[in-house]
C-alpha cells in the first residue's frame, strides 16, 4: 500500500506538472516557441512528454533511462538529476547531455528548401496544383479543402520562404484530414505551429513564422483543453514529419545503391 501511494503521489506530481506547463507557454510566448523547439526535435514523443521533456530539460534529444544507456555501453554522469516522463507509470530517463555518450549533432540551417519542398509535395497525400495568382499576395502555398488541393504560386524567387508557406498549409491539410469539422480561421494558429516545427525539425530558417501571437483562444482554454489542442498540432507534425523521413531515408538508399553499381 505504502509503494502504491508512493506512485500515486509520484504520478500525480508529473501530472501536475504537465498542467502547469501548458498553461506557462500558452501565456508566453518564448516559452512557447521554446516548447515548440523541444517537440520539434523530440517528435516522437507526445505533446505531454514533450512538455515535461520542454520543463525539465528542454535542450533534450535522446532520452533512455538508466538501464538503456548501461546496456549501450554508456555511463550517465554521477549526480545527473533524472527526468520524469509518462510511459503508463512515471518513467525517469536521462538525456544524452547527461551522458559519457556522443552527443547527436544539431541540425544545421544550410538543408536545401528546394529539395525539401519537392519532398514535402511528393508525400502530401492530397492534389498540388501550380497556379498564377493565390488569394493573397504574400502567399507562396494555399490549401483549399473544398477540393483537397494544395496550391503552389508558380515561380517564387525565395526558396526558404515557399518551404515555410508549403509547410505551414500541409499543416492546414493535415489538420483537415484529422477532424470532423475542419475551419480554416479556426485552425489558423496550429498549421503555424505544425509549419514551424516542421522546418524546425529539418534545419529551415524559422524567423517568419508568427509564433509571437498566441490566441486568446488557446491562452483562456483549461489546461486539458491546451493539451488537446498541443496534440492534434503535434500529430498533425509527427504525421507530415514521418513520411517526409521515410522518403528522405529512401532515397539516400537508393543513391547509395547506385552508387555501389
Same mark, same amino acid.
Given at each position: 500500500?505504502? %509503494?502504491?501511494?508512493k506512485?500515486k503521489?509520484?504520478?500525480?506530481a508529473?501530472?501536475?506538472?504537465?498542467?502547469?506547463?501548458?498553461?506557462?507557454?500558452v &501565456?508566453?510566448? !518564448?516559452?512557447?516557441?521554446?516548447?515548440?523547439?523541444? +517537440?520539434?526535435?523530440?517528435?516522437?514523443?507526445?505533446a505531454?512528454?514533450?512538455?515535461?521533456?520542454?520543463?525539465?530539460?528542454?535542450?533534450?534529444?535522446?532520452?533512455?533511462?538508466?538501464?538503456?544507456? /548501461?546496456?549501450? $555501453?554508456?555511463?550517465?554522469?554521477?549526480?545527473?538529476?533524472?527526468? @520524469?516522463?509518462? =510511459?503508463?507509470?512515471?518513467? #525517469?530517463?536521462?538525456?544524452?547531455?547527461q551522458? &559519457?555518450?556522443?552527443?547527436?549533432?544539431?541540425?544545421?540551417?544550410?538543408? !536545401?528548401?528546394r529539395?525539401?519542398?519537392?519532398i514535402?509535395?511528393?508525400?502530401?497525400?492530397?492534389?498540388?496544383?501550380?497556379?498564377?495568382?493565390?488569394? &493573397?499576395?504574400?502567399?507562396? =502555398?494555399?490549401? #483549399?479543402?473544398?477540393? +483537397?488541393?494544395l496550391?503552389?504560386?508558380?515561380?517564387? $524567387?525565395?526558396?526558404?520562404a515557399?518551404?515555410?508557406?508549403?509547410?505551414?498549409?500541409?499543416?492546414?491539410?493535415?489538420?483537415?484530414?484529422?477532424?470532423?469539422?475542419?475551419?480554416?480561421?479556426?485552425m489558423?494558429?496550429?498549421a503555424?505551429?505544425?509549419g %514551424?516545427?516542421?522546418?524546425? #525539425?529539418?534545419?529551415?530558417?524559422v524567423?517568419?513564422?508568427?509564433?509571437?501571437?498566441?490566441?486568446?483562444?488557446? =491562452?483562456?482554454?483549461?489546461?486539458?483543453?491546451?493539451?488537446?489542442?498541443? &496534440?492534434?498540432t503535434?500529430?498533425?507534425?509527427s504525421?507530415?514529419?514521418?513520411?517526409?523521413s521515410?522518403?528522405?531515408?529512401?532515397?539516400?538508399?537508393?543513391? @547509395?545503391?547506385? /552508387?555501389?553499381r
Amino acid at each position: 500500500e505504502e %509503494y502504491a501511494a508512493k506512485k500515486k503521489a509520484e504520478k500525480d506530481a508529473v501530472y501536475q506538472m504537465i498542467d502547469d506547463t501548458a498553461t506557462e507557454i500558452v &501565456s508566453d510566448p !518564448d516559452k512557447f516557441r521554446a516548447y515548440l523547439d523541444t +517537440q520539434a526535435r523530440m517528435d516522437r514523443y507526445s505533446a505531454a512528454n514533450a512538455l515535461l521533456i520542454y520543463k525539465q530539460q528542454p535542450q533534450a534529444t535522446q532520452l533512455k533511462d538508466f538501464r538503456d544507456w /548501461q546496456e549501450d $555501453g554508456v555511463k550517465v554522469n554521477k549526480g545527473a538529476k533524472s527526468l @520524469s516522463i509518462l =510511459a503508463y507509470n512515471v518513467k #525517469k530517463v536521462f538525456d544524452v547531455a547527461q551522458t &559519457s555518450g556522443k552527443k547527436p549533432a544539431a541540425p544545421t540551417l544550410d538543408r !536545401d528548401p528546394r529539395k525539401l519542398v519537392a519532398i514535402m509535395l511528393d508525400t502530401a497525400p492530397i492534389d498540388v496544383s501550380t497556379v498564377e495568382e493565390l488569394p &493573397s499576395p504574400n502567399m507562396g =502555398a494555399f490549401y #483549399k479543402n473544398e477540393d +483537397q488541393t494544395l496550391y503552389i504560386k508558380r515561380d517564387i $524567387g525565395n526558396s526558404v520562404a515557399l518551404c515555410q508557406c508549403v509547410a505551414q498549409e500541409l499543416g492546414h491539410a493535415q489538420l483537415a484530414m484529422n477532424c470532423e469539422a475542419y475551419s480554416r480561421r479556426d485552425m489558423g494558429f496550429s498549421a503555424v505551429c505544425v509549419g %514551424y516545427m516542421l522546418c524546425r #525539425k529539418f534545419g529551415v530558417d524559422v524567423k517568419n513564422f508568427a509564433i509571437d501571437r498566441i490566441p486568446e483562444e488557446l =491562452a483562456g482554454k483549461s489546461p486539458k483543453e491546451i493539451r488537446a489542442e498541443l &496534440s492534434k498540432t503535434r500529430s498533425a507534425m509527427s504525421e507530415i514529419g514521418s513520411r517526409v523521413s521515410e522518403e528522405i531515408y529512401r532515397r539516400r538508399a537508393d543513391r @547509395s545503391k547506385d /552508387q555501389e553499381r
